[in-house]
């Protein structure tokens, strides 16, 4: 480990006496930037989950602490998915983070099971119930660009999953779907331009119908 990695590490086992802490996002995979923030996993004896973002030694720690129950499978999960690599900072006796870093690797190679119908409804529905909120609201212009940023999110998740791929946050999915999806990429960036409303309307209503065919 690198020093700062050695001053982290003791900082969080003070703080919160994790049995494993593991290191995702840019800097697990050695991508990050001088203003990269660490994305940090603290597995242990907790009751329940909790996030803690903090400041230590000029560095922005996006901490998570999650109860082991809450890595069934010894899979490690994100909202969207298996995360497809995670660096150990420091492991428990019985190695459960490099068997979390296995199997998280070996579930996201595998791909996602698909959803069953019930759940692509459920998707449907709330896509088109966030798309009827970006309408009513729209004279409120913080409502709805906070309803249009949902939507947006939202989106580029479903896009994935309909492909039966994992979904990724929006800075390297939507790389993905400009390069493969120029259209769908182009309604995406309509929802975030300084255009008027009604062209946001219209690209929502594209967005769906290119999700879901109606």
């Known amino acids: 480990m690198t020093h700062i990695e050695t001053q982290i590490v003791q900082h969080l086992v003070e703080k919160w006496a994790p049995e494993v802490i593991l290191l995702g996002g840019s800097r697990a995979n050695a991508e990050e930037t001088p203003s990269s923030d660490w994305d940090l996993y603290l597995i242990g004896n907790y009751p329940a989950k909790e996030c803690a973002p903090e400041q230590f030694a000029g560095q922005h720690l996006d901490v998570e602490v999650r109860p082991r129950s809450d890595v069934a499978g010894d899979i490690f999960q994100l909202y969207y998915g298996p995360v ?12 459960l983070g490099s068997r979390i870093v296995e199997q998280t690797r070996i579930a996201y190679e595998r791909g996602p099971t698909p959803k069953a119908p019930d759940a692509v409804e459920i998707d ?52 993905i779907i400009r390069s493969e999806d120029p259209e769908f990429a182009s309604n995406l960036k309509q929802l975030t331009k300084d255009s008027p409303i009604a062209s ?14 109606t």
């Not at 497809?84 to 900072?89: C, N, Q, S, T």
């Not at 939202?154 to 990724?168: D, K, P, T, V, Y």
């Open 84 to 95: 497809r690599l995670l660096r150990v900072l420091l492991d428990s006796s019985d190695q």
């Open 124 to 175: 449907r529905v709330e896509m088109s119930r966030i798309a009827a909120k970006i309408i009513s609201h729209s004279a409120d212009p913080e409502s709805c660009f906070t309803n249009l940023g949902i939507f947006h999110r939202m989106a580029i998740q479903l896009w994935f999953e309909n492909r039966g791929r994992w979904s990724l946050p929006p800075h390297k999915g939507l790389p």
């Open 200 to 213: 946001k309307f219209d690209s929502c209503a594209t967005i769906q119908q290119k999700l879901w065919g």
